[in-house]
């Protein structure tokens, strides 16, 4: 069963401009919230985190928005550059239960950032 | 870098064979998670270990097992390979396996099963 979604496979964004990628999950217990990203022949690297208590965390050019009500988050990346170019995953963790500390993935979404 | 560390890089074995993959944590990270990324699926938790103790089991099959050392080094051996398992097989570690501590992954393992 896939907790954590990403609908949206890719998404071509143009150099300068916001890029936004969105992740929805079904499981209430989650308490963290991470975007990962991932370049190809690298593993994933940790970009942003949001605790389930809060609704928006900034760093940088990279915000994450939670809305629980909705249980949707979204990544926010302004201004968007050519590096950024990468499979961006949602993931998300509980201490509850008895998978503590585990991440649940989305499938992830390919950014394109064109000049 | 991650600071975590994976051997082999590629391994490229036949069916009903078994392998063995390596993860080295990063330094004083105590806890250690197995996942595997295949293509039609995203990442998928296998097993968590945490100071040398499984802590939590994901979707691992039968024919794969896991055990982290004293040295808080870790395996994850697959048995009785199957094509389907061909797949990249990451690590990551944290420090203390709670939700709010950064998992950092290797660069993983991709395994070929002809």
């Known amino acids: 069963d896939q907790q954590v979604k990403q609908n949206s496979p890719s998404l071509s964004v143009q150099e300068g401009r916001i890029s936004i990628l969105n992740c929805d999950y079904t499981n209430s217990m989650f308490d963290y919230f991470l975007w990962y990203k991932k370049y190809p022949a690298e593993g994933p690297t940790f970009l942003i985190s949001i605790s389930s208590i809060k609704d928006k965390n900034e760093d940088g050019r990279f915000t994450v928005f939670l809305n629980k009500s909705a249980k949707h988050l979204s990544l926010h990346i302004v201004p968007s550059q050519p590096g950024d170019s990468a499979v961006y995953f949602c993931a998300a963790n509980t201490d509850r239960g008895s998978t503590l500390g585990r991440l649940y993935f989305g499938r992830g979404t390919q950014l394109t950032v064109w000049p | 870098d991650s600071g975590v560390t994976q051997t082999p890089k590629h391994l490229i074995t036949a069916t009903g064979q078994r392998v063995t993959l390596r993860c080295s944590p990063r330094s004083g990270d105590l806890s250690v998670y197995w996942y595997q990324q295949s293509l039609d699926q995203g990442l998928q938790f296998l097993i968590q270990y945490y100071n040398g103790e499984e802590r939590a089991k994901g979707n691992i099959l039968e024919r794969f097992s896991a055990q982290q050392f004293p040295d808080l080094h870790s395996e994850l051996n697959l048995s009785s390979l199957e094509l389907g398992d061909s797949a990249l097989y990451f690590c990551?570690?944290?420090?203390?396996?709670?939700?709010?501590?950064?998992?950092?992954f290797g660069p993983g393992t991709r395994l070929t099963v002809l």
């Open positions: 990551a570690s944290s420090f203390s396996g709670r939700s709010d501590n950064e998992q950092f």
